[in-house]
């Protein structure tokens, strides 16, 4: 079974930055993708980015389009996720996810890290 372990998660002051960090193990293909989707209380959730495991290629939404990074170190399995001028709408809960392909849904994910911005 596919495993992911999210962490980094915080409080920062609007304007500050963090980085997540997704452990993944257990994956018995190369066609994958890990990324993020996050959940704010009372909302749905929402996508906010991902990479392709087999050629790196990167999605973000366009709420973080410019200030986020996806990144991954396939040496570490880990996928990391550098947040830059944080926002107070940036707070949720955020979920490191396994996904096909970076349009497809997700499909399994791990426990979510609590990202707080005060304003």
């Known amino acids: 079974d596919v495993q992911l372990q999210a962490s980094g998660g915080g409080l920062v002051q609007a304007g500050g930055s963090l980085r997540l960090s997704c452990a993944a193990s257990?994956?018995?293909?190369?066609?994958?993708?890990i990324g993020w989707f996050r959940q704010a209380p009372g909302k749905g959730r929402e996508g906010v980015s991902c990479i392709s495991h087999n050629d790196g290629r990167t999605w973000y939404s366009d709420s973080v389009k410019g200030r986020f990074t996806i990144s991954s170190d396939n040496a570490k399995n880990t996928v990391y996720l550098q947040m830059n001028s944080l926002k107070p709408e940036d707070m949720a809960v955020y979920y490191c996810?396994?996904?096909?392909?970076?349009?497809?849904?997700?499909?399994?994910w791990g426990q979510g890290t609590q990202v707080t911005v005060s304003s």
């Open positions: 257990g994956f018995t293909s190369d066609t994958y993708a």
């Open positions: 996810a396994e996904y096909r392909y970076c349009t497809a849904p997700a499909r399994s």
